[in-house]
Every structure is written in structure tokens, then in C-alpha cells.
């Protein structure tokens, strides 16, 4: 076998010889992830354009066993941490944003069997086989905001802080309320 990231295996035969995978990747290793940064630091000037944002890197452990005594439910533990480049949704400029999952996912083909203790999350799947770079990149997706924004107006560099963060706010409908006003 090569890397085990890579390779393509059932969830049972993971869990069988419960196959630890400590890896460090470049984010143009996951080719998903890698499309969504692009499109969101696409809308950046090109001066602005973060240098070498593919090869950040993304580092984690994921941990196969089984979630039950019979060895019939596998499962995976573990966590994925790295730092992505995006652009700020409050003032539209570069961000270094920090991304953490933890993973405990239980794998389900459809059957029956369940673990209902609300201990993990239920992973079906749609083939028999998986590759763990697949589930570390759909749990990285998954961790993104849906609105990255520097954690506060301090520290984000198109805030306006001049007049005490209090600026002129755009009311696109004040000239349609006025003239409601005034036909009264």
C-alpha cells in the first residue's frame, strides 16, 4: 500500500487494524478546497493577492477503530487545523483565517445498526470505499465560515474607526420613506 491518505479503503478494513494517519499537506493537495480560496480571494485586487496561499499548510490526525464492542460500527476520531487565505467580509481585504475541526464521525453503507448516543456524528456514504483525503477536505469545507470577517472591528483594517466606529450608513430606501412622507 502507499500513503494511507490516499488510498481507497472501506471504512471496516480501517477500523480492523485501526489505522492511525498523522498527515501535513499543502491546501493544493485538496483540489475542492483549493477552488472555493480561489474564488473567494478572485474578488481581491491583484495587488492584494496573498503570495504562496496554496502551500499554507493543513495538519491533522485521524484515528480508525470501531464505535461498538462487536466491532461492527467503525468509526474515526481525530482533528484537521491549518490557516487559509480569505477575504474579510467587513472590509473586503486579505485574511489569514484559522481553521479547526475535531472529527468523530461514525460510517453508515445505509444499515441499520446505529449508535445513538449523540457521541458521534453519522457519516453515509455513498460508496463502499473511502479515502481519507476525501473526509479531511469535506470536514475543512465544512469548517469554513460562511462569512469570514476579522474577529473585531480593531483589528480589522477597513473599519471605520475615525468617528468612534459609528459611520454614515447607507439607507437605500430613505428617499422612497421621504416621499411616502411627504404624499401624506
Same mark, same amino acid.
Do not use: Y
Given at each position: 500500500?502507499?500513503?494511507?491518505?490516499?488510498?481507497?479503503?472501506? $471504512?471496516?478494513?480501517?477500523?480492523?487494524?485501526?489505522?492511525?494517519?498523522?498527515?501535513?499537506? =499543502?491546501?493544493?493537495?485538496?483540489?475542492?478546497?483549493?477552488?472555493?480560496?480561489?474564488? +473567494?480571494?478572485?474578488? %481581491?485586487?491583484?495587488? =492584494?493577492?496573498?503570495?504562496? /496561499?496554496?502551500?499554507?499548510?493543513?495538519?491533522?490526525?485521524?484515528?480508525?477503530?470501531?464505535?461498538?464492542?462487536? +466491532?461492527?460500527? $467503525?468509526?474515526?476520531?481525530?482533528?484537521?487545523?491549518?490557516?487559509?487565505?480569505?477575504?474579510?467580509?467587513?472590509?473586503?481585504? $486579505?485574511?489569514?483565517?484559522?481553521?479547526?475541526?475535531?472529527?468523530? %464521525?461514525?460510517?453508515?453503507?445505509?444499515?441499520? #445498526?446505529?449508535?445513538?448516543?449523540? *457521541?458521534?456524528?453519522? /457519516?453515509?456514504?455513498? *460508496?463502499?470505499?473511502?479515502?481519507?483525503?476525501?473526509?479531511?477536505?469535506?470536514?475543512?469545507?465544512?469548517?469554513?465560515?460562511?462569512?469570514?470577517?476579522?474577529?473585531?472591528?480593531?483589528?480589522?483594517?477597513?473599519?471605520?474607526?475615525?468617528?468612534?466606529?459609528?459611520? *454614515? #450608513?447607507?439607507?437605500?430606501?430613505?428617499?422612497?420613506?421621504?416621499?411616502?412622507? +411627504?404624499? +401624506?
Amino acid at each position: 500500500m502507499g500513503n494511507p491518505l490516499l488510498d481507497r479503503r472501506t $471504512p471496516l478494513e480501517l477500523a480492523a487494524i485501526r489505522q492511525v494517519i498523522e498527515f501535513s499537506r =499543502k491546501i493544493s493537495d485538496f483540489e475542492r478546497l483549493e477552488e472555493i480560496i480561489e474564488g +473567494n480571494l478572485g474578488t %481581491l485586487d491583484p495587488d =492584494k493577492l496573498p503570495s504562496g /496561499w496554496r502551500e499554507s499548510e493543513i495538519r491533522g490526525q485521524l484515528s480508525f477503530g470501531f464505535a461498538d464492542a462487536q +466491532n461492527g460500527l $467503525p468509526m474515526v476520531e481525530g482533528e484537521v487545523n491549518g490557516i487559509i487565505d480569505t477575504v474579510c467580509q467587513r472590509c473586503l481585504g $486579505p485574511l489569514k483565517l484559522p481553521l479547526s475541526t475535531e472529527l468523530r %464521525l461514525l460510517f453508515s453503507g445505509g444499515e441499520s #445498526k446505529s449508535a445513538d448516543d449523540g *457521541e458521534f456524528e453519522v /457519516w453515509e456514504l455513498e *460508496e463502499e470505499t473511502l479515502r481519507p483525503l476525501e473526509l479531511v477536505e469535506e470536514a475543512l469545507i465544512m469548517a469554513m465560515p460562511l462569512a469570514a470577517m476579522h474577529e473585531d472591528s480593531d483589528t480589522c483594517p477597513g473599519a471605520d474607526v475615525e468617528d468612534g466606529g459609528v459611520g *454614515e #450608513k447607507i439607507r437605500p430606501f430613505a428617499a422612497l420613506k421621504a416621499q411616502m412622507e +411627504n404624499d +401624506n
